[in-house]
């Protein structure tokens, strides 16, 4: 037997601020669950190991950078990209 659904599922309220485009984002009101963040690596610096939680908005199609998710969020995410 496994659990099919236990509780509500993880949601986090966001604004869309574009801070993973440069800031152009559109202030759209969003409602994110852990399915719709995906793993981006710094355009900046071509080489750089660093990795960022983004989601993509589906207003204006920029990227908002998240922060602060619970660590189980990051693990799902992680997981998903390999």
Do not use: H
């Amino acid at each position: 037997m496994k659990v099919i659904k236990k509780g509500k599922p993880w949601t986090k309220k966001v604004t869309c601020t574009g801070n993973g485009n440069g800031g152009a984002g559109c202030g759209a009101e969003l409602e994110i669950e852990k399915e719709d963040i995906f793993v981006t690596s710094s355009q900046a610096y071509r080489d750089s190991p660093e990795y960022y939680y983004t989601i993509t908005c589906p207003e204006c199609k920029t990227k908002t950078d998240i922060t602060g998710l619970p660590k189980a969020v990051e693990e799902f995410v992680d997981k998903k990209r390999r």
